[in-house]
């Protein structure tokens, strides 16, 4: 077992090491490729089913792009909603008006987005805690009467949204639409998790980690805060903003009626449930985000026809009710409860 | 210039809507440093409350001084059983809570009343005077309570031992423990104060607006607009920032619209107000963020 | 072969040919998922949450409907599964939904979905998986194209036809005309303003004097109000949802402004708009009318809305007895009903389809008599008459003749 010591005495894991303790996560990725040849075929994923598993991986993404932000860097954001669809407009224009190939479109959203993060960034340097939540939230909020405003409907189309088209798999290969874009999904998510793994394991992630923790020691010790603080803001952003572009394949249309502030609180419930400062969080997150109104649905339906109440129950009170139960057992996310467990089990 | 003052006169009375719920934001924010996501729909809740209890026969005046009991009641409740086992939580799980709560409060109102819009009367009597061509009885109503509840919160916070406890509570807890106030029990009733407050606040939207649960969920918006414009410290700073939220969104419209029709430039309209005016919050936030009345908060080390 | 064993087979090879013979005579059943010899799914998605959930009650009275009908029967003997999901009024969810209704709840075919926006995204897929998509709720004038989009079908008065009414009905009684109008800024409210343009003519733009927009998201529309009385105009078009339409006709009165108002089909409910509105400031105000307003005085003693009440009162007795969406509802419903009584034991999607593109003069209950729903291979809009009311005292005074657009289906 080869160790090298750091600087300050701990040891340290050589590269090697690491690669090979990741093995679980190559397996698991192995198995989810390699789903639609073999579920597919023998009909146990339908292509709705392939649906749902790339929208829990889309929203995994975009709620990592919150986490980095919050759980990493301690600001904290309300609006992501708006670079979900900066991110999913810019797909569907430049497929709809350019005629650009799907993929294509994936890096412009992300540079886009990275882009319309910094620039918020900047004036966000000022607003602290509350403040800054709230201004995000107001951002939220206002994208669609952005989308909808007059000057940019040349090419937003305005309130009637744009229609494309999902890609076909290429080459012939036996697969389906769905399972196609599933592939995609995971592809990029497995790319920009990676990423993700290695700009937290890197300096910059230590300094956004310290910013985070205390940003006034952190610029005592020569970390450039504002510097890294809108960076963070533009990568945060762009990981949103790619899940956006996928999102707006995946469907086919964007309209600024899909966008609506509930979906930055849907990513910000997914981030805290999953477990706001941990990368298996974000999956969680991203599944929680997709399954949650379905139970809380099939749920409400259960208990309607099981007992008489003199109200009609509404799937939203089921919701609200888990989440409250969830904060209550698990304050750190599902995540860090999962943490917290395993060490009790381990006795340490 | 007539087109002018009505705009203006209409802005403050949508103003008073938006600063009485500021209030509400500010007084929870001050007893115990979070910002209750959900005030807008508890606020709704209580309206319906009383819009229930007024179709059991009671007056409105007699009906909203129990709508407010009632509410501070279910305020009291959700701080010590809901919150209080939470407190050392990070503040996101807690934000997380208050959606939970306002997807509850939202979703019991219309499970319980129905989503169909409901016509809530004005208690204010319909008289026509010389300006009610610019702004009706209801609305200067409106602007009368929430200036009422203004200098009601400041007295109370000033002048009354209490209003000092829990001043003390929320500044400086351990501090205040050693003094001997109940810290606990005075979040408990910085809750209770909010939801009364939101509860005068919604009765008094709903004959404006009339009554249905997706009431409050814009009007939340410009409350918080209004809040971080004045300053989500002081109450006063809320109430003004209402008030200017309110006279700013509509002007904006109509200078937009003034240009179009002049120019046929469009740059702002009627679509751009809820915009603009976010844009302006922070914009000012930026420039002074603490919100233009608020007070800056020295950070220790 | 004996004797006896040919005589047996022989017998036994003509009873078969009997046998074979005579099953044409009964019915032949032919079914796509979603139907068997005992039932029939129905898929819907409509808002049960959200900004637009006033509108859910439309699934649930349908719901109710179809659980009066198989108390009753069924249809053809076949009970009526209806499967109704919420959307939130979201374009995504909705395709998620009617994803889920056609290819895991194996639907027959899909009913009613609710909103311009839901329906424009799931467009396209229904008639690629070539599902019927019927009766959409939505006035769109982008529903009744049969030959680009064969699967999706139309079922009330579509906005253009009723704005270009409107305006048509301004520019003969109206003296020099200024146009006001208050739209809500989406495909809605766009859709009714540029038929309404439409039935102004060249001149449309001369006419209109102020465009005054407003979002769901906005708490009142008073300062729109003040914009459009300002224009100087003394017409007033309200393209609004009730609970705006209402704010709008109290802010003009409380403003003193008195034009000519049209209001919208869609906010004409006398218990939802008018009587929270005011009664005495709606007065004067003229809509296309084609359901019968359960709190409209003159059909107090009509006997399909006695047969609605009863309805409401066994199958959807939290439901809001002065709400017109559930007029609406029981409307829509039982056009579904005649056409799938139609079908018999065909029940295919395509014949489903055929029979929806055969209706001939069918008189729906609560729709206003007079009215009928037609339609054929090349007119998939089912109601396309209304007639012109004008709001007297509390209730909507018929006048004119039934103003059909019958022959401009395309």
Redesign the interface.
Known sequence: MATTTTANGVAAETPRRAFVRAWWIWAALAILALLPFIGGKTGLISNYGFLQLSLMIVYAIAVLGLILL?GFNGQ?SLGHGAFFAVGAYTAAVLIDQANWPYWATLPVAAIMCFIVGYVFGL?AL??????L???T???A??VP??L????FEWFTNGVQGINIFKPDPPFGLPVSSDQWMYLIVLATAAVMFWLAHNLLDSRTGRAMMAIRDHS?AASTMGINVAHYKTVVFGISALYTGVAGALHAIIFEFVAPDSFRFELS?AI??G???GG?ASLPGAVIGGVFVQVIEKYADALTKKISAAVHL????????I??????L???IM???IAGGAAQLWRRIRGS | M??LI??IA??L??GA?YACLALALVMI?VSTDH?NFAQGEMAMFSAYICWQLMQWGLNFWIALPVVALISFLIGVSIERI?LR??HN?????????F??????F???A???W??????FPSPFPKVTFAG??YI?PHQIGMIVVTLVLLLALFAFFRFTPLGLAMRAAAQNPTSARLAGVRVDWMLALGWGLAAAIGAVAGSLVAP???L???MM???L??G??G??VGG?SSPGGAVAGGFIVGVL??LI??FG?LLEKSSGL?IV???????VA??I???V??LK??GLFGHVTVKR? | MTQTTRRLLLTGVGMLALALAAAPASAQKKYDEGATDTEIKIGNTNPY???A??Y??IGKTIDAYFKMVNEQGGINGRKVNFISYDDGYAPPKTVEMVRKLVEEDKVLFVFQTLGTPPNTAIHKYMNAKKVPHLFVATGASKWGNPKEFPWTMGFQPDYVTEAVIYAKHILANVKDPKIGVLMQ?DDYGKDYFNGFKQGLGKDADKLIVQL????V????V???M??LK?SGANVFFNITT??FA??AIRKAA???WKPAHYLNNVSASIG?VM??AGFENGQGSITAYYIKDPTDPQFANDKDMAEWKAFMGKYYP?G?L??S?NAYGYAVSSLLHVVLKQCGDNLTRENVMKQAASIKGVQLPMVLDGIKANTSATDFYPLQSVRLARFKGEKWELFGEIISNEAASQ
């Open positions: 919050t904290i004036p000022r607003l602290d805690g509350h403040y939540a709230l201004a939230f107001a951002l909020v206002a009467q952005f909808k405003y007059r000057h006034m609180i910000l419930v981030a805290v449930v706001i003199p109200l009609d129950l509404e799937p939203w009170t919701y609200g009710i888990a989440l409250i969830l904060m209550y304050p750190m996310g | 007539e087109q009505q705009q209409s802005g009375a949508n809507i924010f910002i809901i086992p939470l939580a990070p503040v996101l799980s807690i934000v997380v809570v959606i939970g709560l306002l997807a509850i939202h979703s019991l219309g499970g319980i129905g989503h169909t819009i409901k016509d009610s061509g009706g404006a607006v009339y249905e649960p997706n969920a814009s009007i918006l410009y918080f607009a809040a971080l989500i969104e509509n419209a109509y619209n469009y309209g009627n679509g751009e107000k809820l915009t976010l844009v919050v922070i914009t936030l930026t963020p603490s080390v | 949450s959200g900004n959930s006033a859910g009650t800024n005054s927009t407003y979002e998201t906005d708490p009142t008073d300062s729109q003040i914009q300002n009730p609970k209402a704010q409380e403003i003193g939802t009587k929270p939290t809001n002065q709400d969406s």
